[in-house]
């Protein structure tokens, strides 16, 4: 089953600009992680936000969490070509010991 | 640290024939590992989970007998798909959590892609 649903589906932009992607989840949640994944390649830990935290930073990546929402947005700040990938929200139970359950994830392409 | 690694990383088979994909934590005991499969252009579903010693929890509409699971080692557990058809062929990503600390990390395999005839 899936926890999370993200939108858009796909997101198209050009370099320079922004990103952002929204994930919206079902249950009650221990914390919420984004991925990356490369066509045809493995997931790339991005960043994890615990319940508890409302938003954090890692480079250009910005991260927020709504729990009143159960929402949370992956916000990519002067998105380069590199960047285009499929991005993925994973979210952990509030329980703890269970495993990620993944969004439908977004397709984001960056035009140079 | 923390790395899982998974082998093969690509596999073509012909349909009928069982396939093993092996995952392992190199530098870390993993009291957990789950299983996920992912077809294009989709996301990651998990199949199951399994703990090191004992029987593993498949997801509803994953068939045990099809995807066995063995979790022989804190470092190692198998996938094999039995009876292979080319609807099973697919990306499958092996997932191990570190044990203790109550961190509850997972951490991901490169994947294996399957390809069946």
């Known amino acids: 089953s899936q926890q999370g649903e993200e939108d858009p589906q796909a997101l198209s932009i050009q370099e320079g600009e922004n990103a952002t992607m929204n994930c919206s989840y079902k249950t009650s949640i221990n914390n919420l992680q984004w991925y990356r994944q490369n066509s045809g390649r493995g997931l790339v830990h991005l960043i994890l936000?615990?319940?508890?935290?409302r938003e954090k930073h890692s480079g250009r990546l910005r991260v927020t969490l709504d729990t009143s929402k159960k929402s949370s947005s992956l916000l990519i700040t002067a998105s380069r070509a590199a960047d285009t990938a499929s991005y993925f929200c994973?979210?952990?139970?509030?329980?703890?010991?269970?495993?990620?359950?993944f969004g439908k994830g977004t397709r984001l392409s960056v035009i140079a | 640290g923390a790395v899982v690694s998974q082998h093969p990383s690509r596999v073509i088979c012909k349909s009928g024939t069982s396939v093993k994909i092996e995952c392992r934590s190199l530098?870390?005991?993993?009291?957990?590992m789950f299983w996920y499969r992912q077809f294009p252009k989709q996301s990651l579903m998990l199949m199951a989970t399994s703990n090191e010693g004992s029987k593993a929890t498949y997801e509803q509409g994953v068939e045990k007998d099809k995807f066995l699971i063995n979790h022989a080692s804190l470092t190692l557990s198998t996938l094999t798909v039995t009876s292979a058809h080319p609807e099973d062929s697919s990306f499958y990503i092996c997932?191990?959590?570190?044990?203790?600390?109550?961190?509850?990390?997972?951490?991901f395999g490169p994947g294996t892609r399957l390809t069946v005839t």
């Open positions: 530098d870390f005991q993993a009291t957990t």
């Open positions: 997932s191990a959590r570190l044990r203790g600390g109550g961190r509850y990390e997972q951490y």
């Open positions: 994973a979210t952990v139970l509030h329980s703890g010991n269970t495993p990620l359950v």
């Open positions: 936000i615990r319940s508890n935290e």
